[in-house]
């Protein structure tokens, strides 16, 4: 099938980097013992990690307790996933590897999404960050944001919304803070840049060309819970294709463009964005939604409007994916409710290449590094010694007709 050329597997040799080693402390134990499926809405709550600076639950007090329904932190605690005994011991090999573009080259096709991880030192304690695929930074912005007003985060029936407001120090202080520790990593380090104009996408990635650390680029043009700039990018094709053309030209580290799903048809904007000269592409955001306040006085956010996350949105980041593989060439990353090896599966069956673990990292941060290990398996299992096997197997022979076609009223 056509989807199945998007995986490029690294036959040569890996490119050098000084790895930086870390002792695994103890900090919680996965959502029912190590399927990655997250505990039921009753799960009692345990100490928070260090969460992202203005992303996650530990960070204020109004988003202490909000993690979304079914995805709770377990109470037990247990070290994150090690070197795996089998492999150590000379397992047949399995090549996870997955080229996005521009020599970037993953060793494996599971990243962490951006503004769930931080800048990646934050859950270093926590999970063994050199055995990611990819660490996607927080949004990055080209002076510094204080984000909205809270109450920013609350959680809903399988998720939970957000309205950070991109809250971030500019990229000057991420590169003077960051960039000397992701050059030290074996693990490459995708930067999330986000903008209220063109100019200002331009200008971040101008600065972070050449950084050393620095492995590439997220453009985020669809954050839904910023006044200006992000959003109306991702919705309009001209204004996709326009910034990732400025970019593109701005810049020549790999460049990801990642998609909304506030639009009724993502096909023609991501055949715009894959023409202006992305590498990849990130599927989805998160979708617009809103909550009350328990009295039902007005909203609850204090931006009115945030991103929805989590299991929820599943079922449409896994349509918009499976949608977008059937009209683009370029690599596809998935996001969205990624909990499980059976979310992985079904991403790499729609399409994607790589998957981006997110929402569920705050209840479970060794979730990615697990999954990592549970595709190895089923590569196993299966007799393959590659997961490129598994990508686009679900898609159709011919592109069918996009969603968008009477699909609410069909019986």
């Not at 048809?265 to 306040?293: C, E, F, H």
């Not at 990508?391 to 007709?401: K, S, W």
Request: glycine residues 12%; aromatic residues 4%; contains cysteine.
């Amino acid at each position: 099938m056509k989807a199945k050329k998007r995986v490029i597997t690294s036959g040569g040799a890996k490119p050098k980097r000084t790895p930086t080693v870390r002792k695994i402390k103890p900090a919680w134990v996965g959502p029912t013992g190590g399927t990655g499926r997250p505990p039921g809405p009753g799960s009692p709550p345990a100490t928070r990690p260090p969460a992202p600076s203005g992303a996650g639950p530990a960070s204020r007090p109004d988003v202490a307790a909000a993690t979304g329904p079914g995805l709770r932190p377990a109470s037990r605690p247990s070290v994150g996933p090690g070197p795996r005994p089998d492999i150590a011991a000379g397992a047949p090999a399995v090549d996870l590897s997955v080229d996005l573009g521009r020599g970037l080259v993953l060793e494996n096709p599971v990243l962490v999404a951006s503004g769930t991880f931080g800048y990646g030192v934050e859950y270093g304690e926590v999970v063994d960050v050199e055995r990611l695929g990819a660490i996607c930074c927080k949004g990055t912005t080209l002076r510094p944001r204080a984000g909205n007003p809270p109450p920013r985060v609350t959680e809903t029936p399988g998720g939970m919304l957000n309205s950070i407001g991109l809250q971030n120090p500019g990229v000057e202080a991420v590169i003077e803070k960051y960039a000397g520790i992701w050059a030290g990593w074996h693990v490459p380090v995708i930067v999330n840049v986000a903008g209220e104009s063109i100019d200002d996408y331009v200008g971040v990635v101008r600065r972070l060309d050449g950084v050393a650390g620095v492995a590439g680029v997220e453009l985020n043009i669809s954050c839904p819970n910023v006044g200006k700039g992000g959003l109306q990018f991702a919705i309009d094709r001209d204004a996709a294709a326009a910034v990732t053309r400025a970019v593109r030209a701005a810049t020549d580290l790999p460049l990801i463009v990642k998609l909304s799903p506030n639009v009724p048809d993502i096909r023609p904007i991501a055949r715009a964005i894959a023409d202006a000269g992305a590498d990849a592409l990130s599927a989805v955001n998160t979708l617009s939604g809103m909550a009350l306040r328990p009295d039902r006085t007005g909203p609850l956010l204090g931006n009115v409007y945030g991103g929805l996350s989590g299991p929820a949105i599943k079922p449409v980041a896994l349509r918009i994916v499976y949608e977008v593989a059937q009209v683009v060439e370029i690599p596809i990353v998935a996001i969205g409710g990624v909990t499980s090896i059976d979310d992985v599966l079904d991403y790499l069956a729609a399409g994607a290449v790589a998957v981006q673990v997110g929402t569920a990292v705050f209840a479970d941060p060794v979730l990615p590094v697990r999954l990592v290990d549970e595709l190895r398996d089923v590569c196993l299992a299966r007799g393959l010694t590659s997961h490129a096997a598994l990508v686009g197997t679900a898609l159709p022979r011919r592109p069918v007709p996009p969603s968008v076609k009477g699909a609410e009223y069909r019986p």
